[in-house]
Structure formats: structure tokens, C-alpha cells
């Protein structure tokens, strides 16, 4: 029922769902992902338009009436799910730089098309790196990767999606980025799990480790990755490589981070 709060069993199924889940949802969502194309259920990676929708539609995987960023069959397994847990995953979160002077050089149309582009471009590379797509907010990008769908090797997922979405961006051309960019990237304990009423019911993420990650994808320059050492050392980067510690606004402890940039 919506407004409940959720319970023991509730957040032992989550637990073991987003931690050991079932094969079949990482076999269907990694041949969906490669059926053209867009868009997307941000859960499943289902597509919805394309040779592959009608197959789709069969089997249930169509937009849902109540929230069209999810299959049908994903909005229902939520609604069906209230509640979550707590978990150890990775967060990705990417800012595109210089937003408002872009706006305010450009038309509005001609600045929708290239967001449009930008989230067309996030959302294949977070696929393709086993991830899910928690949510866009104006010109940033939230992502997630937890054991359900990535095993163990979360932080490296999410790292090698960071490095993929700048590169995917032009921060790897000689003529340099087509939309200039940072990123943020985060491991640790994140609550994960359906919110929302049965009208309208959401997967997202909460905790002290995704406003970490936000503020890091915030104070990331243009090509640069900010990546936490507990996400560095659980992804297996070489200890040799430069930190710095940062004071990020709002948070009391300075945050020690490597710095990884993508440039030509």
C-alpha cells in the first residue's frame, strides 16, 4: 500500500535482489541493450522505438502509462516492491559545464537539441557499462552500478562509463569537446529502492554518498573525472596515481580523491 513505510522483509528482498538478483535480468538487459535503439526503458534497457519494439511491446516491455521512462513490466515489478536497502554500489554523476552561457548563446531549440543529445549519449554508455540511469536533472546526469547487474567490479563499471561519456563527449578529440563536462564518481552504503505512490512510482537512490558524488561531479573541470579513493581502491587503481584533497561544500570532512582526465 503507498505510504507505508517499509518493512524488514521488504528490505531483506531488495538486499538480495540488487545484490544476487536473478540471471535472467542481466541476460535480458544485456541483449536489450544492443537491439536498435532508442529510447529506452532506464531499468531494463528495453527499447521502445526501432526493429526491436514490437518484439517488446509482446512480452511487455512497452512504455508504461504511469511513468514512460520504464517498461510496463519494470513500473510493476516497483509497484509490486515497495521499500529498498541499503547497499554497497558505485555513483556516477556528470555536469555538463558552462550550461548557462550556452543557453544564452544559442537558441532554445537549438539548446534542447543538444541536452537531447547529451542524454541519448549518457544513457548508451551507462547501458553499456551495466549501469542504470537513476535520473537526468537539466544538464546532469545521475547513474548507478550495483552487484545486481555488475557484480563486484561496480566502481570499475562505473569509472570506465565516466571515462567512456567524456570521450563520447569529445574530451578525447584534438578539436576538443562537442559539450564540455565533468564527472563525479562514488562508491559506498546508498539506499536503493521504489519511492513514490502507485501512481507514479520511481527506482532511486539516497544517501550521504550520492550528495558526495553530486558535489564532486559539480566541482569537477571540464575533462576531468573526480573519483573517491574508496571508489579508486575498490576499482583497483594503481596507488601511484596524484590525490588531492578537496573541501566540498556541505561536508565537514575533506574528501580525498584521485583525479582522472580525459583530453587528447
Known sequence: MSGQPSTEADAAFWRDFLTRGHGRERNGRRVFRHIPHGPR???CAAPFAGVGAPLMRMIGKRPSDRNPTMCASCFTFLSQHHGGAEVDCTLLFADIRGSTGMA???????????IDRFYGVATNVVFDHDGAVDKFVGDELVAMFFPLLTG???AARGIEAAQALLRATGHGDVGGPWL???AGVNTGATWIGAVGDAAHRELTILGDAVNTTARLASTAAAGEILVTIAAASAAGLSPSL???SLRLKGKDQATDVVVLRVAP
Open 41 to 43: 526503458c532506464k531499468l
Open 104 to 114: 544564452e548563446r544559442i537558441s532554445a531549440t537549438s539548446f534542447r537539441d543538444l
Open 152 to 154: 563486484d567490479a561496480h
Open 180 to 182: 564540455p563536462m565533468g
Open 242 to 244: 596524484g590525490r588531492q
